[in-house]
């Protein structure tokens, strides 16, 4: 259920990719108003998470990701009924205000659910929802729309989200708040003390390196695969499908393997993505198969290098990781945004076959930074179990 809440939220976020004319004529906007719902949207996402995470860390998990899909279902309703922009601008933005904290709370919410050492294999099972979006959300949102139109298609989205609550009431136990659990009075000490540990920086800036990598390609792979591959039309749409075919099967795998060897499924991870960038740029123009072969890998590997980093994250504070991964948002997003306006600059400047190259530079020095925290990559079924002396001094 929660990689079906991971389904809506991330296929909600692109909603307007595929359907930009048709929102943009029926609305009597620009096209470019309707292409700033996403901007914005991942500008509200960066902005909020870490303030509204902080200030709802009181709340128990099960009631605030209820909360999150709720918000998501009235979105989308709000989304098919809008006559106006601006108010259609409202709606996303009300989703965008819980999309950081659903997505601060995903991973550390799995964890919880299996015993302890499996915390890798359920973030897996939950980002599938992510992967899934990507493969199949955004296409089948797109072809709705053409066929019924985007106020049905959103509304479909909507009736998902209230299935996705549903499940979720039924099925998600109690689990506890961030900060009562542990006796915490101030809402703000978990996230000061978090911010303060040098491996979870590093990681998050390793985070925001990876990222900027993978979004100044990706951004423009269709541009990339046209020019280089000769690849259009159905074509193109092929070799996406199997793109996003291969984030499925990276997250499957690395699912299995990440809890009991983290630190070899992040070096395999982030090697197979520079791999794969620098063969985008090696082979361009010399052979086409080549390319696509590396642009499939990419979707493989990148989809996989989530799991293994958010993985991390909980194990580097395993007793503030709603907290700690809120600021790994953050970097995510931040990475987003860099990526994509350093892929443009760089084509604008008539440079796309370089932007791979740089991209792989970039992404080997993400991982050097990344593999060389040891304690972001020790089993958690290794370590000794924390002392609760702490937690009974911190409650007196």
């Known amino acids: 259920m929660l990689a079906l809440a991971a389904f809506g939220y991330n296929t909600s976020e692109s909603f307007p990719v595929g359907l930009l004319p048709r929102m943009s004529a029926d609305l009597q906007v620009a096209e470019s108003q309707i292409g700033a719902l996403l901007t914005l949207y991942a500008a509200v996402v960066a902005v909020t998470v870490i303030p509204v995470v902080v200030m709802t860390s009181s709340i128990g998990r099960r009631r ?17 009924v809008a006559p106006t922009y601006e108010l259609l601008l409202g709606a996303r933005l009300l989703s965008a205000t819980t999309h950081g904290i659903f997505w601060s709370m995903i991973a550390p919410t799995a964890a919880l659910l299996v015993p302890r050492g499996r915390e890798g294999y359920a973030t897996a099972i939950a ?30 989205l909507a009736f998902l989200a209230i299935v996705t609550f549903i499940g979720l009431r039924a099925a998600l136990p109690a689990l506890g708040s961030t ?42 792979i269709a541009v990339f695969l046209e020019r280089y591959a000769g690849v259009t039309g159905t074509a193109l749409s092929m070799v996406l499908l199997a793109f996003g075919l291969a984030g499925l099967v990276g997250v499957s795998i690395v699912g299995k393997v990440t809890d009991r060897r983290p630190r070899l499924a992040a070096v395999v991870c982030l090697a197979t993505l520079a791999a794969a960038l620098f063969g985008m740029a090696v082979f361009a123009d010399v052979a086409p198969v080549a390319v696509i072969v ?36 953050v970097a995510f997003q931040i990475g987003i945004a860099g990526g994509s306006l350093i892929g443009g600059w760089m084509i604008d400047r008539d440079q796309l076959a370089m932007v791979p190259v740089w991209a792989g530079i970039i992404a080997l020095f993400a991982g050097f930074i990344v593999i060389r925290l040891r304690r972001a990559f020790t089993p958690l079924s290794l370590e000794p179990a924390a002392s609760p002396v702490p937690e009974l001094v911190d409650r007196a």
């Open 294 to 329: 590396s642009v499939v890998a990419l979707g493989g590997a990148f989809a996989a290098v989530p799991v293994c980093l958010q993985s991390a994250v909980i194990r580097v504070a395993p007793g503030s990781a709603d907290v700690a991964s809120s600021v790994y948002v």
């Open 127 to 156: 980002f599938t929802g992510s992967s899934l979006a990507m493969v199949a959300g955004t296409p089948l949102v797109t072809a709705l729309g053409e066929l019924i139109g985007w106020r049905l298609a959103a509304a479909l």
């Open 64 to 80: 605030l990701i209820l909360v999150t899909v709720a918000a998501l279902a009235v979105s989308n309703v709000a989304i098919s």
């Open 179 to 220: 900060t009562l659990d542990r006796g915490h009075r101030a809402q703000w000490e978990p996230f000061v003390r978090t911010i303060k540990d040098g491996t979870l920086i590093a990681l998050c800036v390793g985070t925001v390196l990876v990222v900027v990598a993978y979004f100044a390609t990706y951004t423009y």
